[in-house]
Nanobody
Framework: QVALVESGGDSVQAGGSLKLSCTPSGFTITSKCMAWFRQFPGSQREGVAA????????YYDDSVKGRFTISQDNDKNTVYLQMNNLKPEDTGMYYCAAKPPPYPGRWFAWESYRYRGQGTQVTVVT
């Protein structure tokens, strides 16, 4: 069965760090566009970061550039989102998503992803 499992969400103080993990079952992360999205209450999901696992590029939303890093470990079949200097406005549900070639749609287009996780909650408190 194909699934994406996220983990690592937690409650953390502002200025702190968290590392989210996304591990698919039923497929490998190789030759995929793997992305992280987040959703705030009452809002649409927005793209946070994406990596084309063939090594052709990484992308970030402007709000997280310099603070968040997306990475991959092919041996562990896992994609990570390292989040540093967290702010209260980073609070939300974080989702992992994956799509195979030919990678239809923009990296930040949630609906273009074939596989989507159930989310992990990140809460940043002051």
């Amino acid at each position: 069965q194909v699934a994406l499992v996220e983990s690592g969400g937690d409650s953390v103080q502002a200025g702190g760090s968290l590392k989210l993990s996304c591990t698919p079952s039923g497929f490998t992360i190789t030759s995929k566009c793997m992305a992280w999205f987040r959703q705030f209450p009452g809002s649409q999901r927005e793209g946070v970061a994406a990596v084309y696992t063939e090594g052709t590029g990484t992308y970030y939303d402007d709000s997280v550039k310099g603070r968040f890093t997306i990475s991959q470990d092919n041996d562990k079949n896992t994609v990570y989102l390292q989040m540093n200097n967290l702010k209260p406005e980073d609070t939300g549900m974080y989702y992992c998503a994956a799509k195979p070639p030919p990678y239809p749609g923009r990296w930040f287009a949630w609906e273009s992803y074939r596989y989507r996780g159930q989310g992990t909650q990140v809460t940043v408190v002051t």
